[in-house]
Every structure is written in structure tokens, then in C-alpha cells.
């Protein structure tokens, strides 16, 4: 029975070890997708929410939690996606914003933008700490962030767009 052998908190420990494959310095834990583990007799139910409905990493992050919980000995492991509520950028915690912007990603401000408040925040530079930068696209190099540069240090950087 995995329930007698397993905790929440030991699943939570074990697939805090996957990393978000498209920003490798935080795991899936840290992010705010895991939302829940459940236990149903033999089985072990990770509840999962995307970032973006339409994330293009979901595949391997199922198949991730499969493959380490199997590593573990968890054997019969269901993956469930949960699109509501939709994730959000308050789901971060503390921890996954400061190794964003040690990586060189600007973490996000707040949860939720509009068009207007999203001009009109100012980004800090994780690299140099300049709060003089301007968007020079709302993409970067995915779905979730945008492409910016520091007027100070000349540098590009992504900001994690809040949602």
C-alpha cells in the first residue's frame, strides 16, 4: 500500500528534485504546480496545475513525476492535470523568486497584470539592480516571460510575467 509506505511530505520531498525544465535552477515544488498528493489504496495521485494551459513542457514534467516517484519505489502513479484555478504567480514561493533573479530572471511583481499595469511597472535588472529598463518584448523566450534590457549595464534580461 503506497499510503502506508509514503507521506505527503515524502512525495513532496521527492518531486521537489524536478526541475522546471524550461527554468532549470527551480523545481516544480518551488513553482506552485504540485497542488496536492493523494493516496487512493495502491495508488498515489499527483495534482498537477500547468503555468500556461497550453505549456509546452507539461509531457515531460508527467512523465518526470513518473519516472522519479517509480525511482522511489512509489509504483502506480497517476499524474492529474488541474487547470482550475488556473496557476498563478502567487503560487511562487519566496525561495523560487530569488533563485530566478540569481539566475538572471527577473521575478514577478505581483499576480495579477493588465496591459496598462504591465507597461508601467519597472523591472529591476537582476544583474545590476537598475530600476532604468524598458520591455523590449512582451514574449521571450517562452510563453511565461518577457524580453527586457538595462539601460545601466547594457544587458538583456526576461522578466517572469505575473498572472
Not at 535588472?125 to 512582451?138: E, I, N, Q, Y
Request: with cysteine.
Amino acid at each position: 500500500m503506497v499510503g502506508q509506505s509514503f507521506t505527503k511530505d515524502s512525495i513532496l520531498a521527492i518531486l521537489s528534485q524536478i526541475a522546471d525544465p524550461e527554468i532549470p535552477v527551480v523545481n516544480i515544488c518551488e513553482m506552485g504546480m504540485v497542488k496536492d498528493v493523494l493516496f487512493h489504496n495502491d495508488r498515489c495521485e499527483v495534482l498537477l496545475t500547468p503555468t500556461y494551459t497550453g505549456c509546452p513542457a507539461m509531457g515531460i514534467i508527467e512523465q518526470d513525476i513518473r519516472a522519479m516517484l517509480h525511482k522511489y519505489g512509489v509504483a502506480n502513479v497517476d499524474v492529474k492535470l488541474v487547470y482550475d484555478p488556473a496557476w498563478t504567480t502567487d503560487w511562487m514561493n519566496e525561495q523560487a523568486k530569488g533563485k530566478l533573479k540569481q539566475y538572471g530572471i527577473a521575478p514577478p511583481l505581483h499576480s495579477s497584470c493588465n496591459s496598462d499595469s504591465f507597461r508601467s511597472n519597472i523591472i529591476e535588472c537582476p544583474r545590476c539592480h537598475s530600476d532604468d529598463t524598458v520591455m523590449l518584448s512582451r514574449f521571450g523566450s517562452t510563453a511565461c516571460k518577457a524580453l527586457y534590457k538595462c539601460n545601466s549595464c547594457k544587458e538583456p534580461f526576461e522578466y517572469f510575467k505575473c498572472h
